[in-house]
C-alpha cells in the first residue's frame, strides 16, 4: 500500500543551528514530492517540490529537500533555523504512473517543529 | 488573485443534524480537494473534484459527500453528525486533476464542533 511517513513526531532546534525534518515513503515509481507548511492559526502553505531533475530542491523562505531515491526519503533542511520557522510540517506524496484512485496525494501525519531563541 | 475561500469559518452542529460547506477555488483552478484536520489524525483525504466529476475519494464513510459546479465551487455535506466528526475542513485547489504535479492552495478551513 501507498504510504507515506514522518518518523518524527516533535523536532527541536535552536536558533541559528540547521534543522532537517524527515519523510520517508512508499509508492511506486518516481513520485511527485511535496512539502507543505502550516503555521499556527493559519493555512497550510505550499512550501516545495520534486518533479524530476536535480535531486536537491530549492523552496520558499530558505527551505530545501533532497530527493533519494535509493532510500526513498524527502527530508526537508534549512542551514539556519528561525524561531518563526516553528510551524507543523506535512510531506505529501502523489503516484505519477498509478491509474484512477491510486493516483491521489498521501499526505504525512505532519511533524511539529520548535525552533527554541 | 483572490485566494480559496471557505464558508463558514466556524460552525455548532448538533449530533444528527447535517452540515454543507462550501468551498470557492482560486481563478482558474479546476480541481478541489477536500480534507479532514484532527489533531491525532493529521490530514485525513475526503474527495478530489475536476470539472464536476468526483476523481479520487478517500475512506471516510457515505455520510460524507461532495460536489463541484461548473463554476469549480464545491461544497461537502455531512448528513447524521456524530461527535468525531468534530474537525477543521479543509479546502484546497490546484491548476489541474489528480495526478499532475501542480501544489495545492489551502483555504483557511472551516472549524466544524459537534456537540
Known amino acids: 500500500a501507498q504510504s507515506v511517513a514522518q518518523p518524527e513526531d516533535q523536532v527541536n532546534v535552536a536558533e541559528g543551528n540547521p534543522l532537517t525534518v524527515k519523510c520517508t515513503y512508499s509508492v511506486s515509481g518516481n513520485p511527485y514530492l511535496f512539502w507543505y507548511v502550516q503555521y499556527p492559526n493559519r493555512g497550510l502553505q505550499f512550501l516545495l517540490k520534486?518533479?524530476?531533475?536535480d535531486n536537491l530542491v530549492k523552496g520558499s523562505y530558505g527551505f530545501e529537500a533532497e530527493f533519494n531515491k535509493s532510500q526513498t526519503s524527502f527530508h526537508l533542511k534549512k542551514p539556519s533555523a528561525l524561531v518563526s520557522d516553528s510551524a507543523l510540517y506535512f510531506c505529501a506524496v502523489r503516484d505519477r504512473v498509478s491509474a484512477g484512485n491510486n493516483r491521489k496525494l498521501i499526505w504525512g501525519l505532519g511533524t511539529s517543529l520548535a525552533v527554541n531563541p | 488573485k483572490a485566494g480559496v475561500t471557505q464558508t463558514p469559518r466556524y460552525l455548532i452542529k448538533t449530533r444528527g443534524q447535517q452540515v454543507t460547506l462550501s468551498c470557492s477555488p482560486i481563478?482558474?483552478?479546476?480541481?478541489v480537494s477536500w480534507y479532514q484536520q484532527t489533531p491525532g489524525q493529521g490530514l485525513q483525504f475526503l474527495f478530489e473534484?475536476?470539472?464536476?466529476?468526483?476523481?479520487n475519494k478517500g475512506n471516510f464513510p457515505g455520510r460524507f459527500s461532495g460536489r463541484q459546479f461548473s463554476n469549480s465551487r464545491s461544497e461537502m455535506n455531512v448528513s447524521t453528525l456524530e461527535l468525531g466528526d468534530s474537525a477543521l475542513y479543509l479546502c484546497?485547489?490546484?491548476?489541474?486533476?489528480?495526478?499532475?504535479?501542480?501544489?495545492?492552495?489551502f483555504g483557511p478551513g472551516t472549524r466544524l464542533t459537534v456537540t
Open positions: 473534484y475536476f470539472s464536476e466529476t468526483q476523481r
Open positions: 520534486y518533479i524530476t531533475g
Open positions: 481563478s482558474g483552478h479546476r480541481s
Open positions: 484546497a485547489s490546484s491548476r489541474s486533476v489528480a495526478g499532475d504535479h501542480y501544489e495545492q492552495y
